[in-house]
């Protein structure tokens, strides 16, 4: 417990500090739809002329691009990127925080096993991300709410922003893995931000490509689709089962990993 509460208190101010980020990001982007949904039409055609490689790259179905629900999906994308980058470093930063500030020796040789201080970590993670999806969403709703011009289905907005919460848990259960099998990491954004974005821009490449469906899976990115969600109310089932095979591999392996691991305090 003691473990747990201590790595909270180290999160809470990177944790604020991403949450009024989001907050930030989605309110400059909403602010913005009174004024195309007073002009749907013309905006609509806008959208029309651009390659439809494009428009499936960021998400854009011209259909639904005008109510609240359709444009919030289409800037989601980029709360989504910067979302996963939050949830890369988080899984980077726990399991390698000791060995980068050398306090290791500090933490091993205490009465405490391996499993458990990964647990502790682990947990004090994921409550960090479920606090930042919470006040995202406390939030964006209420500026969802001031902005409308119709009303909206609370049940689909809840459902879109939840693929905010499976993306950050996903990229910080590749990020512990990915910090396991270093002994010693200097820095943790360079490496947050290569495999954020090279997931990112491989999904814009399958966006643009042919087979589409064929390989979805190579990126996270592509997994939860808005247009499907507010289409049919619902998620892809095939790609949340590989979102949960992901998690649950990596952080096993991290698991094995890190019990085994020699960890080095300098």
């Known amino acids: 417990m003691n473990i747990y509460l ?13 949450t009024i980020s989001l907050i930030a ?8 739809y009174p004024s195309i949904a007073s002009d749907a039409e013309e905006f609509k055609k806008l959208l029309a002329n651009y390659p439809p490689a494009l428009r499936a790259m960021f998400g854009i179905d011209i259909d639904y691009i005008t109510s609240i629900l359709g444009f919030y999906s289409m800037v989601f994308s980029f709360i989504t990127l910067c979302g996963s980058i939050q949830g890369m470093n988080l899984g980077i930063s726990i399991l390698s925080r000791e060995s980068r500030e050398r306090t290791a020796d500090f933490l ?3 009465p405490v096993s391996r499993k458990s201080i990964v647990s502790a970590k682990l947990l004090a993670a994921f409550t960090t991300i479920v606090a930042t999806n919470v006040g995202f969403y406390v939030a964006t709703i209420l ?13 689909l907005f809840l459902m879109i922003n939840l693929t905010l919460f499976f993306m950050q848990i ?15 990491l200097k820095s943790i954004l360079p490496i ?16 643009i490509g042919k087979n589409v469906d064929a ?16 289409k049919n109310a619902s998620y892809e089932v095939s790609y949340l089962v590989a979102s949960a095979v992901i998690v649950v591999t990596a952080i096993i392996t991290s698991y094995i990993v890190y019990i085994k691991k020699d960890i080095h305090a300098v």
């Not at 996903?170 to 010693?184: D, E, H, L, R, T």
């Open 6 to 18: 201590h790595e909270l208190k180290s999160m809470r101010r990177t944790a604020a500090i991403w």
């Open 25 to 32: 990001l989605s309110a400059l982007y909403l602010c913005i």
């Open 108 to 110: 091993l040789v205490k």
């Open 143 to 155: 500026i969802v709410n001031a902005v409308k011009t119709e009303d909206y289905s609370n049940k």
């Open 170 to 184: 996903i990229f910080m259960s590749i990020g512990m893995v990915v910090s396991v099998f270093f002994n010693k």
């Open 192 to 207: 947050s931000l290569g495999v954020v974005f090279g997931f990112y821009l491989t999904g814009v490449i399958i966006s």
């Open 215 to 230: 390989v979805r899976y190579i990126s996270p990115f592509k997994y939860f689709d808005s247009a499907y969600i507010i």
